[in-house]
């Protein structure tokens, strides 16, 4: 590990020049779960007068009222239900885990309290009781997660569109689309209309492990769900989801200092059975989102994305994205938007002063289909306008090669920025210039205007 700190230490001396401009960068984290966070600066959202502030904690009681930390609620399910709607504080506690799908009303600020590490909010269904397995043939079991009596965590949902399983705290990611491709240990696939999920082991999986956890997708498809906007979200660590981390299509919502790390791997029911899930993701209409000193890992698709459907008029307006830590995602950065030309497309979208390390390393890079999509920076459909510059970022290291664009990105800006790439490896997917050959790749495609390629 000191190797890989004074690699960094010297790509931060060597490109602050570059990565400076009105938003400093103030430094990375040594270890993916460190706690302090790497912004001490980074400004918290003043209590405002008049707001309640409503307390939840692991030992706390949903008959309680909330209101302080000795009368704290116990579970996300009571904050869902009983938070007002026009503006609210909830805050939990340091050091406990919450099981469930957060979803803050109107005006509500989530944050913690309290001592220890960051709050962990979390889906994952814990598959410790061996009476929920039962033997479906020679070496597949299966287990009801339509039932609350199976399995504990989040079991108030009856999804089974799991992502990945951990076992005895190792990701095992294989997910087959039928019992007939299961073959190896912790291979798994799932029934999504019964609510099933099979698993290949030699015998009862508790027998084998003492800890199984699977993310499901669940209602909504991410962990944090903002549907209703004005939201400050801070000092949070959200995990254990096979759909998104943060996300929606609400407006005026800022996310910092929060821990947003193994997510992903569920499929899509729309059809194509394809499987995703991004750190933090902006649907539709979504405006002015802030975006900051956030730690982004471990990622079946990419740390943030700006995607969807735009139809004739939506659009994705005002968004920062500034002075995260990303690492060991599929990709670093997403766009890909269908419609057409008069809808809004991509208005003002800044990414700037991120430091995003190995793309296309994460635990689910291997299983995933498209193998050459493991970059830093993706774009895919490209349907509508666009207003979008990414500079003085630090992109080091890639599983392939810099850059995938699907469609030429046209209103795409890239500049500034220090990209560090080993011999001979591709600048963009397409095209076949080398990191070695990266000022011809420059003049060609117009992009990484004053960018440095320093080459491993």
Request: aromatic letters at 10%; a negative charge; charged letters at 20%.
């Amino acid at each position: 590990m000191g190797l890989l700190v004074s690699r960094r230490t010297a790509l931060f001396t060597a490109s602050r020049a570059l990565a400076a401009m009105a938003i400093p960068i103030l430094g990375v984290r040594d270890a993916p779960h460190a706690e302090a966070s790497p912004f001490p600066d980074t400004d918290r959202p003043a209590e405002m007068p008049g707001r309640p502030t409503y307390y939840v904690s692991a030992s706390g009681n949903d008959s309680a009222d909330g209101l302080s930390p000795e009368s704290a609620w116990a579970t996300i399910e009571k904050v869902n239900s009983s938070l007002p709607t026009d503006g609210s504080v909830v805050r939990f506690r340091q050091g406990d885990t919450f099981f469930g799908e957060l979803s803050p009303p109107f005006g509500c600020e989530v944050g913690s309290y309290g001592e220890g590490a960051k709050p962990i909010l979390t889906m994952f269904k814990v598959l410790n009781r061996s009476d929920g397995w039962t033997e479906h043939a020679q070496g597949i079991w299966k287990i009801d997660l339509g039932s609350p009596a199976t399995h504990d965590g989040y079991n108030t949902t009856p999804d089974a569109n799991i992502g990945y399983l951990v076992v005895n705290g190792a990701v095992m990611p294989t997910s087959k689309p039928s019992l007939a491709e299961l073959s190896s240990p912790w291979d798994f696939s799932c029934d999504l209309n019964e609510n099933i999920l099979f698993v290949a082991a030699s015998t009862n999986p508790t027998l084998l492990a003492g800890d199984i956890k699977a993310a499901p997708n669940g209602r909504t498809g991410r962990g944090i769900l903002c549907s209703a906007g004005s939201n400050d979200i801070h000092d949070v660590h959200v995990t254990g989801t096979g759909g998104c981390g943060i996300g929606g299509a609400a407006a005026d919502v800022h996310i910092f200092n929060c821990l947003i790390d193994y997510i992903g791997g569920s499929r899509l029911r729309d059809g194509t059975n394809n499987r995703y899930g991004n750190g933090i993701d902006c649907w539709v209409n979504v405006k002015r989102w802030l975006i900051e000193a956030n730690e982004i890992a471990q990622v079946y698709d990419v740390a943030w994305s700006p995607q969807g459907r735009a139809g004739t008029d939506g659009s994705w307006e005002d968004i920062t994205f500034r002075n995260n830590h990303i690492h060991d995602c599929n990709q670093s950065f997403e766009f890909w938007s269908r419609g057409s030309a008069s809808a809004g497309g991509f208005k003002r979208i800044i990414v700037e002063g991120n430091v995003c390390e190995r793309a296309g390393y994460s635990v689910f890079s291997d299983v995933r289909p498209n193998q050459e999509t493991r970059v830093h920076l993706l774009t895919y459909r490209w349907d509508t306008p666009a207003d979008i510059t990414i500079q003085n970022n630090i992109f080091d290291g890639a599983y392939g090669a810099y850059s995938y664009h699907h469609y030429e990105p046209v209103g795409y800006t890239t500049r500034n920025n220090t990209i560090r790439l080993r011999a001979d490896q591709k600048m963009q997917y397409q095209r076949p210039e080398t990191a070695e050959q990266a000022a011809a790749w420059q003049v060609a495609t117009g992009r990484e205007v004053g960018s440095v390629v320093v080459i491993e």
